[in-house]
C-alpha cells in the first residue's frame, strides 16, 4: 500500500527533478520530500531517484516505469472519490433491452432522456428478451424493453410492430434457390417468424450463419452475405429493409414491451418508457 501523498510527492520530483522546488510547492521542507522519496524506495525495494552529489538529479529505470503506475493509482483514487462524491447527486436507472433495441430505439431518446433528465445515471445491460424478466424479477434491472414475453405483472405497454426482411444496401437476392438467413446459434430469436412466411409462400430457404451474438448476425447481414429479420422500428444504416422486388413474403408483426419491476415505477423509467413508447407508435 503506497501513501498517496508520496506518490504526489515522486511525481513533483520526477517533473521538477529538485527536493528544493518541490518542498516549496508541497509547503514543507526538503528533508520531508527525501524522506518521502526515501519511504517508497523502500517499500519498492528499488532505487527510484538518483541524487547524488555532484550529479543532476534524475529517475532511474526504475523510477521511470513507477512513474507510470503512480499517476495511474492517484488518478484511480480521484476517480474514486469522485464517485463516492456524486453517488448522492445522481439517482440511477438500469435498464435491460437486447442489443437491437439498444442500438436503435433506445439510442435514438437518449439525448432527449437525459436533456430533460441530466441527473440520473443510465445503466444499460443487454440480453436476451427471454432473459430480461429474469433479470427484473431479481431485482439486477429496474425496467426492461423488449419482445413481448407474454402478459404479466409490471407490463407498462405493448405495441405490435411489423417485422421486414434486412439485408445489405444494394443486395439483390435470385428469384431462384434457397434464401440464405443469418440468426442465432441458440435458436432463440425471429427465425420461426421467417421460415413460416417463406414455408407458406412455398420459398426455400437455409440457415446460412449463426452466431451467439447480434453483433455477429449483423455483420453476416452487412456483408451481403445472409439476410435476417428485425422489427421495422430497428432497422438503421448500414442495413436496409430488403425492397418488394426481392419477392419476399409478407411477416407477421411482432409485440414490443415495457415492463417495470413491481407495482411502482419509478419516476425516471416512466419518462424514460414515454419517449420509447412515442419513437415506436
Not at 520531508?32 to 524522506?35: D, E, F, M, N
Not at 429474469?134 to 439486477?140: F, N, Q, R, T
Not at 419517449?275 to 412515442?278: A, P, T, V, W
Given at each position: 500500500m503506497f501513501d498517496l501523498s508520496a506518490l504526489r510527492t515522486f511525481i513533483l520530483v520526477s517533473e521538477h527533478l529538485n527536493f528544493t522546488t518541490v518542498a516549496d510547492l508541497r509547503n514543507t521542507v526538503q528533508s520531508?520530500?527525501?524522506?518521502q522519496i526515501k519511504r517508497l524506495e523502500e517499500s519498492t525495494g528499488k532505487t527510484l531517484v538518483l541524487r547524488g552529489r555532484g550529479q543532476n538529479m534524475q529517475l532511474t529505470p526504475e523510477g521511470k516505469a513507477f512513474l507510470v503506475y503512480a499517476r495511474r493509482i492517484l488518478a484511480l483514487s480521484q476517480e474514486a472519490i469522485d464517485s463516492m462524491d456524486s453517488a448522492g447527486s445522481f439517482a440511477k436507472l438500469?435498464?435491460?433491452?437486447?442489443?437491437?433495441l439498444a442500438m436503435s430505439v433506445v439510442s435514438d431518446v437518449l439525448n432527449a432522456f437525459v436533456e430533460q433528465h441530466a441527473d440520473v445515471q443510465i445503466e444499460i445491460t443487454c440480453n436476451r428478451s427471454d432473459a430480461l424478466l429474469?433479470?427484473?424479477?431479481?431485482?439486477?434491472i429496474d425496467a426492461a424493453f423488449m419482445i413481448d414475453q407474454g402478459?404479466?405483472?409490471?407490463r407498462v405497454f405493448v405495441h405490435s410492430q411489423p417485422l421486414v426482411w434486412v439485408g445489405a444496401d444494394g443486395l439483390e437476392l435470385p428469384d431462384q434457390g434457397p434464401v440464405p438467413l443469418a440468426f442465432m446459434s441458440d435458436g432463440r430469436d425471429l427465425r420461426h417468424y421467417a421460415l413460416a412466411a417463406l414455408d407458406e409462400a412455398g420459398r426455400s430457404s437455409r440457415i446460412a450463419h449463426l452466431s451467439r451474438h447480434p453483433i455477429g448476425i449483423r455483420a453476416f447481414v452487412q456483408s451481403g452475405l445472409a439476410i435476417t429479420v428485425m422489427p421495422k422500428v430497428t432497422v438503421k444504416p448500414p442495413l436496409t429493409i430488403l425492397p418488394e422486388r426481392s419477392k419476399l413474403p409478407?411477416?407477421?408483426?411482432?409485440?414490443?414491451?415495457?415492463?417495470?419491476?413491481g407495482e411502482r415505477m419509478a419516476q425516471d423509467a416512466s419518462k424514460l418508457f414515454e419517449?420509447?413508447?412515442?419513437g415506436i407508435s
Open positions: 520531508a520530500i527525501s524522506a438500469r435498464l435491460g433491452t437486447t442489443v437491437t429474469g433479470l427484473l424479477d431479481s431485482g439486477e402478459k404479466r405483472n409490471g409478407p411477416l407477421a408483426p411482432v409485440a414490443l414491451a415495457a415492463y417495470a419491476r419517449l420509447i413508447e412515442s
